[in-house]
Protein backbone atom coordinates (compact mmCIF):
# COMPACT_ATOMS: atom_id res chain seq x y z
CA UNK A 1 0.00 0.00 0.00
CA UNK A 2 2.62 2.29 1.16
CA UNK A 3 4.59 1.48 -2.12
CA UNK A 4 1.60 2.56 -4.31
CA UNK A 5 1.57 5.70 -2.33
CA UNK A 6 4.96 6.55 -2.59
CA UNK A 7 4.50 5.51 -6.47
CA UNK A 8 1.95 8.20 -6.86
CA UNK A 9 3.45 10.81 -5.69
CA UNK A 10 6.34 10.50 -7.53
CA UNK A 11 4.79 10.44 -10.40
CA UNK A 12 2.66 13.58 -9.60
CA UNK A 13 5.82 15.71 -8.43
CA UNK A 14 7.41 14.58 -11.99
CA UNK A 15 4.29 15.93 -13.82
CA UNK A 16 4.42 19.09 -11.90
CA UNK A 17 8.02 19.78 -12.90
CA UNK A 18 7.58 18.97 -16.37
CA UNK A 19 5.02 20.86 -16.59
CA UNK A 20 6.48 24.01 -15.36
CA UNK A 21 9.59 23.22 -17.07
CA UNK A 22 7.35 23.56 -20.72
CA UNK A 23 6.66 27.07 -19.63
CA UNK A 24 9.94 27.97 -17.63
CA UNK A 25 12.78 26.27 -19.43
CA UNK A 26 11.68 23.95 -21.99
CA UNK A 27 15.48 23.24 -22.80
CA UNK A 28 14.97 20.75 -19.73
CA UNK A 29 12.53 18.42 -20.73
CA UNK A 30 13.37 14.90 -21.21
CA UNK A 31 12.80 13.09 -23.91
CA UNK A 32 9.96 11.30 -22.49
CA UNK A 33 8.34 14.39 -21.68
CA UNK A 34 8.22 15.75 -24.81
CA UNK A 35 12.04 17.26 -25.49
CA UNK A 36 13.53 17.99 -28.51
CA UNK A 37 13.14 14.26 -29.44
CA UNK A 38 9.01 14.28 -29.05
CA UNK A 39 7.57 10.96 -28.68
CA UNK A 40 3.90 10.52 -30.73
CA UNK A 41 1.21 8.60 -29.09
CA UNK A 42 -1.82 8.93 -26.59
CA UNK A 43 0.24 9.52 -23.89
CA UNK A 44 2.29 12.41 -25.17
CA UNK A 45 -1.05 13.86 -26.00
CA UNK A 46 -2.32 13.74 -22.64
CA UNK A 47 1.54 15.41 -21.40
CA UNK A 48 1.13 17.97 -23.83
CA UNK A 49 -2.89 18.72 -23.23
CA UNK A 50 -1.45 18.99 -19.23
CA UNK A 51 1.43 21.12 -20.16
CA UNK A 52 -0.77 24.27 -22.01
CA UNK A 53 -3.34 24.26 -18.96
CA UNK A 54 0.09 24.85 -16.93
CA UNK A 55 1.22 27.60 -19.09
CA UNK A 56 -2.23 29.19 -18.98
CA UNK A 57 -2.67 29.31 -15.44
CA UNK A 58 -0.48 32.12 -15.70
CA UNK A 59 2.75 33.35 -14.55
CA UNK A 60 4.59 35.41 -11.23
CA UNK A 61 3.46 39.17 -12.51
CA UNK A 62 -0.36 37.78 -13.49
CA UNK A 63 -0.62 36.35 -10.04
CA UNK A 64 1.04 39.46 -8.14
CA UNK A 65 -1.48 41.44 -9.99
CA UNK A 66 -4.24 39.85 -7.74
CA UNK A 67 -2.76 40.60 -5.11
CA UNK A 68 -2.34 43.89 -2.44
CA UNK A 69 1.30 44.69 -1.76
CA UNK A 70 0.78 41.60 1.55
CA UNK A 71 0.43 39.11 -0.52
CA UNK A 72 -3.81 39.26 0.34
CA UNK A 73 -5.91 38.37 -2.80
CA UNK A 74 -7.28 42.22 -3.77
CA UNK A 75 -11.31 40.75 -3.80
CA UNK A 76 -10.60 40.02 0.25
CA UNK A 77 -8.68 43.12 0.43
CA UNK A 78 -10.80 45.15 -0.90
Known sequence: ?????SQLRTEALRLLREGLNSSLA??????AAGGPRTRK???QRR??????KVQQQGNLHTRLA????HGVPIAVAA
Open 47 to 52: RSEYFA
Open 26 to 31: PELLTV
Open 41 to 43: GCL
Open 1 to 5: MYKRQ
Open 66 to 69: LTDS
